[in-house]
């Protein structure tokens, strides 16, 4: 049960669009299609923002969109926007009822 | 509303143990598996364990198996996590969440709540 990979931090202008990688291995991300993301802002608890792999829960918006190839799943953040800049966390199942997140992403908008 | 409230952290020495528990409304518990989720201060995310809607699957990470035991009461909308022979490494922010599904094959967290804030230390 290792951790998923993510790059530590990400950025990008309002109005642009920033895309985090996950990388994980055929035991987790690339054998199931039970990719989620979540969304945590500094003191708060997180928020489902992607489920299995590329669904939006209600309320998300369609800014959000998860994709995954292989072993590495992506979460893209179009139209970034001032409220978008937070802490990202993939997660996967890993089989035999046990689950993994991923390293975390800090999202900066400049 | 759903609302998910932890209770039961606190400062403990090492070795020692806790039990945590979580109190849920707004929702009908027993169609839901549960979940524990731990931060430690300033770190990432880590999944503790899982139970399912009638605690027929359950599930451990490594860094807590054999030490911690999940449990639900269904009667009393409330889920537990037993936590034996703790360590400093233990020390973190307990969540407790709500799973979208019956099962804890394909987990998904949709409620988080605030958290207990566990402390290991002598």
């Known amino acids: 049960q290792s951790a998923l990979t993510q790059p530590p931090s990400a950025s990008g202008s309002p109005g642009q669009s920033v895309t985090i990688s996950c990388t994980g291995t055929s035991s987790d991300v690339g054998g199931y299609n039970y990719v989620s993301w979540y969304q945590q802002h500094p003191g708060k608890a997180p928020k489902l923002m992607i489920y299995?792999?590329?669904k939006r829960p209600s309320g998300v918006p369609d800014r959000f969109s998860g994709s995954k190839s292989g072993n590495t799943a992506s979460l893209t953040v179009s139209g970034l926007q001032a409220e978008d800049e937070a802490d990202y966390y993939c997660?996967?199942?890993?089989?035999?009822?046990?689950?993994?997140f991923g390293t975390g992403t800090k999202v900066t908008v400049l | 509303e759903v609302q998910l409230v932890e209770s039961g952290g606190g400062l403990v020495q090492p070795g020692r143990s806790l039990r945590l528990s979580c109190a849920a409304s707004?929702?009908?518990?027993?169609?839901?598996?549960m979940h524990w989720v731990r931060q430690a201060p300033g770190k990432g995310l880590e999944w503790v364990s899982g139970?399912?809607?009638?605690?027929?699957?359950?599930g451990y990470a490594d860094s807590v198996k054999g030490r911690f035991t999940i449990s639900r009461d269904n009667a009393k909308n409330s889920l537990y996590l037993q936590m034996n022979s703790l360590r400093a490494e233990d020390t973190a922010l307990y969540y407790c969440?709500?799973?979208?599904?019956?099962?804890?094959?394909?987990?998904?967290?949709?409620?988080w709540g605030q958290g207990t804030l566990v402390t290991v230390s002598s």
């Open positions: 969440a709500k799973d979208t599904n019956l099962g804890i094959a394909a987990p998904n967290f949709d409620y």
């Open positions: 707004g929702f009908t518990f027993d169609d839901y598996a």
């Open positions: 139970i399912s809607w009638n605690s027929g699957s359950i």
């Open positions: 299995e792999v590329s």
């Open positions: 997660s996967s199942y890993a089989g035999s009822n046990t689950y993994v």
